[in-house]
T-cell receptor
Framework: NAGVTQTPKFQVLKTGQSMTLQCAQD?????MYWYRQDPGMGLRLIYY???????DKGEVPNGYNVSRLNKREFSLRLESAAPSQTSVYFC???????????FGQGTRLTVV | AQRVTQPEKLLSVFKGAPVELKCNYS??????LFWYVQYSRQRLQLLLR??SRESIKGFTADLNKGETSFHLKKPFAQEEDSAMYYC?????????FGAGTTVTVRA
């Protein structure tokens, strides 16, 4: 019972490097989300995808891009990493926007 | 725009004491509200949602549309309740979270 799977779990990047965080869900959910978690800031929505083929900006989209590759997969890309993007990133999915969301285990990203 | 406010970042209570976590929201439509919990080294998971009106692990939350609040309450805190709690609002196809409250229950 995989649920929501994120890769990698840990990553260290140098400033200016790029990388893609992968997320896949096996629950046939329509909606998928990317959040970042920072101390004192809670979970902030970066991008979301209400359904396959659509993506929308959340609260803090600058410096990120996303791709809803298919119904299962929703990737987050950092084109030119900055120290301010050091955070824990969570992917989540739900049947629709107003149903229970299921979360991945998180990716701890450090940009030096 | 939708917004969720959790005014308390930290909350410390003694075992057996009541605990209340505050949550206020702003949203122009009819919101769906949730409480999520993150225990140490575990994934974020749903604790309860207002629409189901059920009690989970002794926690309850009442939606007060007049005060735009969805406070979480438990009459007798247990040590296993120590965790990070997030209030969340679903509207316009997206799920927004508050800043979270870290609860510590002391023996």
């Amino acid at each position: 019972n995989a649920g929501v799977t994120q890769t990698p779990k840990f990553q260290v990047l140098k400033t200016g490097q790029s990388m893609t965080l992968q997320c896949a869900q096996d629950m046939n959910h329509n909606s998928m989300y990317w959040y970042r978690q920072d101390p004192g800031m809670g979970l902030r929505l970066i991008y979301y995808s209400a359904s396959e083929g659509t993506t929308d900006k959340g609260e803090v989209p600058n410096g990120y891009n996303v791709s809803r590759l298919n119904k299962r997969e929703f990737s987050l890309r950092l084109e030119s990493a900055a120290p301010s993007q050091t955070s824990v990133y969570f992917c989540a999915s739900s049947v629709t926007g107003n149903t229970e969301a299921f979360f991945g285990q998180g990716t701890r990203l450090t940009v030096v | 725009a939708q917004r969720v406010t959790q005014p308390e970042k930290l909350l410390s209570v003694f075992k057996g004491a009541p605990v209340e976590l505050k949550c206020n929201y702003s949203y122009s439509g009819s919101p769906e509200l949730f409480w999520y919990v993150q225990y140490s080294r575990q994934r974020l998971q749903l604790l309860l949602r207002h629409i189901s009106r059920e009690s989970i692990k002794g926690f309850t939350a009442d939606l007060n549309k007049g005060e735009t609040s969805f406070h979480l309450k438990k009459p007798f805190a247990q040590e296993e309740d120590s965790a990070m709690y997030y209030c969340a609002l679903s509207g316009d196809y997206k799920l927004s979270f508050g800043a979270g409250t870290t609860v510590t229950v002391r023996a």
